[in-house]
């Protein structure tokens, strides 16, 4: 059995690597890429960083493990996704099961932390309870840390503020590295996984900087060096027979505008508010939004109070205005919720009114490539995937009936009612000017990987079976990839 070490890099996107590499600026993601395999790796649907690493660990599509979005299903209250939530066995078991001497750190959704072969430290998502397995791992790691570990950002991204959000996430960076080098050289392994995010983190706020050059335009740059430093160093812990890959969970690309897709459904008839709530609707519709109120309060000075506000909590405030509450359920034919452009119809309401399910969709449909930037006039709608193109699986059916897919998602749709009373709009949080794309980044590099052409046509789906392959495990025969490693896997070794 080889061994193997995979460092995630969060929403890196082969656009920047290949010519920041090629450059000389990447030296160790550079060598990588020359000395073995490398593509583009397609994420998956909805290109997001909690149903995409579900997807990573377990080679499976959304419709088998049943994780699509940040937030679990259901209407009345915002709760977010965790280990729990993943449906179907994980990396993390499959390995530990094979006797797989498991380091995992900082890879997203891995909390509440498994039970595994080996040792796990969770990461984005994670909760207020233990963070390790095993449990008093954590407390060791501190010990050489000297200080906490974290596993996420204490502050939020503001204009004005840049070089401290910077240096905040820089600092983070550096305790992750330092665990992982920590754990790499103490522990024994056979696979060794982190992940890296400040390539995300900084990528979502510095995209518009990058663009327009000057001040903090190397942002990025700096985010995509400091996480090839880190590789450098994790390579000197390895040896001949280990395989590495870096991959990423998405890609990158510039954020431009919002699209309320809740008010184009409302403003079509297909959504209806309750009767109670038409005063709130009536204000909302002559623009007094929650834009308008955090407007006045970044005059009033409040913003820091609010950035500091935990998402969930955000959302809370958002859905106080005009909410998913105040929608007439009886009335109302089709939804959105999510913020890439999923829409759910609500079938009892539709059957209720006797119409087949699938021309209520086909009509819907239509309706929606209609979608226009009223600034522009032009049509925004690139493709529009129905819930049996996006999805296949046991939990298939819970996912939205619709995605719709924006100007390669450089439109994004607002997660709630509560934006402003224009359906597109200028995309309004000025620290965001980056977000997921589908093209996400792949390098395979060892004994696994012998030197090739650019691979093409891999996916996040890939992971899972590339690494049991490497490993010299079976691959399971439900899992929606295959192995991306440069010799016949098992299953395409029979004859
Ligand atoms: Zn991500």
């Known amino acids: 059995m080889g061994k193997v070490l995979v460092v995630g890099i969060d929403g890196g996107t082969m656009d920047l690597v290949l010519p920041w590499a090629k450059e000389g600026k990447l030296p160790h993601i550079g060598r990588l890429i020359r000395e073995g395999v490398a593509g583009e790796l397609k994420s998956i649907i909805p290109p997001l960083t909690g149903p995409a690493w579900a997807s990573f660990m377990t080679g499976v599509n959304p419709g088998k493990h049943g994780v699509f979005d940040f937030m679990k299903p259901g209407l009345e209250q915002i709760h977010l996704i965790d280990y729990r939530s993943i449906r179907i066995a994980t990396l993390w078991e499959i390995l530990s099961r094979h006797g797989v001497r498991l380091v995992v750190i900082h890879v997203p959704v891995t909390y509440p932390p498994p039970e595994i072969d080996g040792y796990l430290i969770g990461g984005t998502l994670s909760g207020k309870g233990p963070i390790s397995h095993p449990p008093e791992l954590i407390g060791e790691v501190e010990a050489h840390l000297g200080e906490r570990y974290r596993t996420s950002m204490p502050i939020g991204p503001r204009v004005g503020a840049e070089r401290d959000y910077i240096e905040e996430f820089s600092r983070w960076h550096l305790l992750i590295e330092k665990t992982a080098l920590y754990l790499i050289e103490r522990k024994k392994w056979d696979f060794f996984m982190t992940v890296f995010n400040i390539t995300d983190g900084l990528a979502h706020f510095l995209w518009r900087y990058m663009e327009r050059g000057g001040e903090f335009g190397d942002g990025i740059l700096q985010a995509y060096s400091m996480v090839d430093r880190s590789i450098g160093r994790l390579l000197e812990h390895i040896g001949r027979e280990t395989t590495v890959i870096l991959m990423s969970d998405h890609g990158f690309g ?46 009033f000075k409040m913003t820091e109070r609010t950035r500091s506000i935990p ?54 449909i239509g309706e929606l490539w209609e979608l226009t930037d ?120 029979e004859p």
């Open 254 to 299: 510039p954020l431009k505008k919002n699209v309320n897709l809740n008010l184009y459904l409302l403003k079509k008839g297909f959504l209806k508010f309750r009767k109670r709530s038409y005063p709130k609707a009536a204000l909302f519709m002559a623009g007094l939004t929650p834009n308008r109120l955090m407007g006045l309060a970044r005059k």
């Open 374 to 493: 009223e600034e522009t006039g032009e049509r925004i709608v690139d493709r529009i995937l129905t819930q049996e193109e996006a999805y296949w699986g046991e939990f298939a059916g819970e996912a939205p009936d619709l995605f719709i897919i924006m100007r390669n998602f450089s439109y994004l749709a607002y997660p709630l009612l509560t934006s402003d009373n224009r359906i597109v709009t200028d995309y309004k949080v000025e620290s965001r000017s980056g977000t997921h794309r589908m093209n996400g980044m792949f390098v395979g590099w060892g004994p696994s990987f012998p030197p090739r052409a650019r691979l093409e046509g891999a996916k996040l789906l890939d992971m899972a079976p590339t690494i049991l392959d490497v490993l010299g495990l079976p691959i399971p025969d439900y899992m929606d990839g295959k192995s991306l490693a440069g010799r016949p896997t098992p299953r395409e070794a």
């Open 311 to 364: 998402i969930e909590m955000r959302y809370r405030i958002l859905d106080w205005f005009l909410s998913f509450r105040d929608i007439d359920w009886e009335n109302t034919l089709a939804y959105s919720r999510g913020h890439i452009g999923q829409i759910h119809i609500n079938r009892p309401a539709v059957e209720r009114k006797g119409w087949d399910f699938y021309q209520f969709r086909d009509r819907l």
